[in-house]
């Protein structure tokens, strides 16, 4: 089953860069994939909690796809942490399911069928 997708705005972390924060789920999920927008010339380290599991030279336009996913626990975060807190702040979404998607329903993803 997939989750609504997840979106939200970066904000300052204590070290004074951007940051993004998903979690905190009261069910476990697998992260399908990440899209994210940030400042120009920025790179983005992937974090669960605190430890690191993937990174993007692209920081200001890109998106990851983990075809075997990355399983979210209930409770954790993934953290998403830019290198720079200038520019704008950024912004990301997560598309997140329980583990259980099929071929066919990836397929179907985004698809408007019209009766008739």
């Known amino acids: 089953m997939w989750f609504p997708i997840d979106t939200e705005t970066g904000t300052h972390n204590a070290q004074g860069v951007w940051e993004i924060d998903f979690?905190?789920?009261?069910?476990?999920?697998?992260?399908?994939?990440?899209?994210?927008?940030?400042?120009v010339s920025s790179t983005v380290n992937v974090y669960l909690d605190t430890i690191f599991i993937d990174t993007t030279a692209r920081g200001d336009f890109n998106r990851a796809d983990y075809y075997a996913g990355i399983p979210l626990a209930q409770g954790r975060q993934?953290?998403?942490v830019w290198n720079t807190?200038?520019?704008a702040a950024p912004t990301a979404s997560v598309g997140l399911t329980d583990g259980t998607v099929t071929v066919n329903q990836a397929a179907n993803i985004g698809q408007i069928t019209i009766p008739g």
Do not use: D, F, K, Q
Not at 23 to 39: D, K
């Open 23 to 39: 979690g905190g789920y009261n069910t476990a999920r697998v992260v399908e994939w990440i899209s994210l927008v940030g400042p």
């Open 85 to 87: 807190g200038a520019g």
């Open 78 to 80: 993934l953290r998403l």
